[in-house]
């Protein structure tokens, strides 16, 4: 492991003492489902076969966070996502699929998500090493002008006859094809729980409608609350969200449904209190909910993921989902920010606030 857990938290800065000492005073800790060494029982009265169920408890234990009940997983389908050239140039030993899987094995992940082409070939040497998360979707990013579109890329089978563990999908709440894409993550989340597969979705809006007086609210609480909710509907077993930096887009932009009680007793603007708010809407936290570690800024990634991390733990999140600011940087340093940011989840100073 990298650091000291005090050196971690002292890169907190001038947020450290509220982050740490924060208490929730909008949904209490109590009230909610938290990660703990026996999660996997809140599937036991579910619907999910015992496949399915042994799929989720060969994800919770693997690797360094193996039965704490958090997640830390590595996903790579930003060759697809924002084109390869764009994301392997910072180090492109990573267009080699194998050092993506080498990554996620050295750094003691719970499991690696990738694209069906890297994954696959490769799937006879490492998927009995690790959980192979199959990406079943993508935005392939080529047409232009760019939609906000998810096609699929294979079949729930081809990840099931590989040997995956689970497969994750992408659904863009709020976008113009978000309705066949529901439609399609349904059918193929139904499909990947009969074939005994764990199912994670990327729940994530996206709508240019969103954005108002240069304020991004496809990152607002309440909007990404919803989309955790329309996530678990479809019976994601694992919701991958963004950390909320904001609240009152439904407000602002004057659609959907509110009620004042979300704004100022299930919420404040406390970001603790906003990522709770995403928790609360995974079923109390019956599902858990993993934050994105974003997109690699170089010097400042490490203290920005270890806030993430807290953020997460703190309000209750099951762990991280990093990529970018692990692979766009030198092998052993993607292994020592994943281990580091691991070393908060395993950390008995940071407590549920």
């Given at each position: 492991?990298m650091k000291?857990?005090?050196?971690?938290?002292d890169l907190l800065?001038?947020?450290?003492?509220d982050l740490l000492?924060?208490v929730?005073?909008?949904?209490?800790?109590?009230?909610?489902?938290?990660?703990?060494k026996?999660?996997i029982?809140?599937?036991?009265n579910?619907?999910?076969n015992e496949q399915?169920?042994?799929?989720?408890?060969?994800?919770?234990?693997?690797?360094?966070?193996?039965?704490?009940g958090?997640?830390?997983?590595?996903?790579?389908?930003?060759?697809?996502?924002?084109?390869?050239?764009?994301?392997?140039?910072?180090n492109?030993i990573y267009?080699?699929?194998?050092?993506?899987?080498?990554?996620?094995l050295?750094?003691?992940?719970n499991?690696?998500?990738s694209?069906?082409g890297?994954?696959?070939l490769?799937?006879r040497?490492?998927?009995?090493?690790?959980?192979?998360?199959v990406?079943i979707?993508?935005?392939?990013?080529?047409?232009?002008?760019?939609k906000?579109?998810?096609?699929?890329?294979?079949?729930v089978?081809?990840a099931?006859n590989?040997?995956a563990?689970?497969?994750?999908?992408?659904?863009?709440?709020g976008?113009?094809?978000?309705?066949?894409?529901?439609?399609e993550?349904?059918?193929?989340?139904?499909?990947?729980?009969n074939?005994?597969?764990?199912?994670?979705?990327?729940?994530?809006?996206?709508?240019?409608?969103?954005?108002?007086d240069g304020?991004?609210?496809?990152t607002?609480?309440?909007?990404?609350?919803?989309?955790?909710?329309?996530?678990?509907?479809?019976?994601?077993?694992i919701?991958k969200?963004k950390?909320?930096?904001?609240?009152?887009?439904f407000?602002?932009?004057k659609f959907a449904?509110?009620?004042?009680?979300?704004?100022?007793k299930?919420?404040?603007?406390?970001p603790?209190?906003?990522?709770?708010?995403?928790?609360?809407?995974?079923?109390?936290g019956?599902?858990?909910?993993i934050?994105?570690?974003g997109?690699?800024?170089?010097?400042?990634?490490?203290?920005?993921?270890?806030?993430?991390?807290?953020?997460?733990k703190?309000?209750g999140?099951?762990g991280?989902i990093?990529?970018?600011?692990?692979f766009?940087?030198?092998?052993?340093?993607g292994?020592?920010?994943?281990?580091?940011?691991?070393?908060?989840?395993?950390?008995?100073?940071?407590?549920?606030?």
């Amino acid at each position: 492991m990298m650091k000291d857990i005090f050196q971690l938290l002292d890169l907190l800065g001038n947020d450290k003492e509220d982050l740490l000492n924060h208490v929730c005073k909008t949904i209490a800790k109590n009230q909610i489902h938290l990660p703990n060494k026996d999660s996997i029982d809140l599937f036991l009265n579910s619907n999910r076969n015992e496949q399915s169920i042994r799929s989720i408890n060969q994800l919770y234990h693997n690797g360094n966070l193996s039965g704490t009940g958090y997640l830390s997983i590595l996903p790579v389908d930003q060759g697809v996502e924002h084109t390869a050239g764009s994301s392997f140039s910072p180090n492109p030993i990573y267009f080699d699929p194998e050092n993506i899987i080498k990554l996620a094995l050295e750094a003691g992940c719970n499991a690696v998500a990738s694209t069906i082409g890297g994954l696959a070939l490769l799937s006879r040497k490492y998927a009995h090493k690790i959980p192979f998360i199959v990406k079943i979707n993508h935005n392939e990013l080529m047409t232009y002008p760019n939609k906000y579109d998810q096609i699929m890329f294979t079949s729930v089978r081809n990840a099931w006859n590989m040997g995956a563990v689970a497969v994750g999908a992408t659904v863009y709440f709020g976008s113009t094809e978000s309705d066949r894409q529901i439609i399609e993550v349904a059918h193929a989340f139904e499909e990947a729980h009969n074939l005994g597969m764990a199912t994670i979705l990327w729940c994530y809006t996206r709508n240019t409608a969103f954005v108002k007086d240069g304020i991004d609210y496809n990152t607002a609480a309440d909007v990404t609350g919803q989309a955790n909710y329309l996530g678990v509907t479809l019976q994601a077993d694992i919701i991958k969200q963004k950390l909320p930096l904001n609240n009152g887009g439904f407000t602002t932009l004057k659609f959907a449904k509110t009620n004042p009680d979300m704004y100022s007793k299930l919420s404040s603007e406390h970001p603790i209190d906003l990522c709770r708010y995403q928790v609360l809407n995974c079923y109390s936290g019956r599902i858990g909910m993993i934050n994105s570690g974003g997109e690699s800024k170089g010097n400042t990634d490490l203290p920005e993921a270890i806030r993430t991390a807290v953020i997460n733990k703190r309000a209750g999140g099951s762990g991280l989902i990093m990529g970018r600011k692990a692979f766009q940087r030198s092998f052993s340093e993607g292994i020592n920010l994943i281990n580091a940011v691991q070393n908060i989840y395993l950390s008995n100073e940071i407590t549920i606030a």
